[in-house]
Nanobody
Framework: QVQLVESGGGLVQAGGSLRLSCAASGSIFGAMGWYRQAPGKQRELVADITRGGRTNYADSVKGRFTISRDNAKNTVYLQMNSLKPEDTAVYYC?????????????WGQGTQVTVSS
């Protein structure tokens, strides 16, 4: 059974920083990433990273957020700097495994990030 355990959310003032972590149980994962969902909005991609380290970011976070991963620990991180009130959302970790001929996606329980103005 795959489990994703997130940590690092919280309350921070605008301009501050937070670092999210997500540890995945189980064996080798492919792409891992972070999504977020604000109240009344759809869940959106924040950033993702392949096993080889290729990254992809939403335009709204480019230059402020950095995604990284430790394959040995099956852990993905999101360093968030220069936070803005519009970054307030529940952040979800996502991890993918390919087996049985198809991709399987897994989600964490979510961690709240609140940025005050």
């Amino acid at each position: 059974q795959v489990q994703l355990v997130e940590s690092g959310g919280g309350l921070v003032q605008a301009g501050g920083s937070l670092r999210l972590s997500c540890a995945a149980s189980g064996s080798i994962f492919g792409a891992m990433g972070w999504y977020r969902q604000a109240p009344g909005k759809q869940r959106e991609l924040v950033a993702d990273i392949t096993r080889g380290g290729r990254t992809n970011y939403a335009d709204s976070v480019k230059g402020r957020f950095t995604i990284s991963r430790d394959n040995a620990k099956n852990t993905v991180y999101l360093q968030m700097n220069s936070l803005k009130p519009e970054d307030t959302a529940v952040y979800y970790c996502n991890a993918n495994k390919y087996y049985g001929g198809s991709n399987h996606g897994y989600w964490g329980q979510g961690t709240q990030v609140t940025v005050s103005s």
